[in-house]
């Protein structure tokens, strides 16, 4: 593998990881908090609230799951 796949690869897996609906949601949250920042909103609060649910939403499917294989 090349020296820039291998850096590819190495950063998909550390941003993404295991889960890549976190990633999404939280690049959609910077994105939205862009938005209202943009169009003068103080827009602060959208970060904590967002990975608060998106932790929560992770913890409860990895919970369904139970102890099965991943």
Do not use: E, Y
Request: no cysteine; glycine share 8%.
């Amino acid at each position: 593998m090349s020296a820039i796949g291998s850096f590819a690869r190495f950063w998909w897996d550390f941003v993404v990881g295991d889960d890549w609906r976190v990633a999404a949601g939280i690049a959609v949250t910077l994105v939205a908090t862009r938005f209202l920042v943009d169009r003068g909103v103080d827009a602060w609060w959208l970060m904590p609230i967002a990975v608060a649910l998106l932790l929560a939403a992770s913890l409860w499917r990895v919970g369904r799951r139970g102890s099965r294989p991943i």
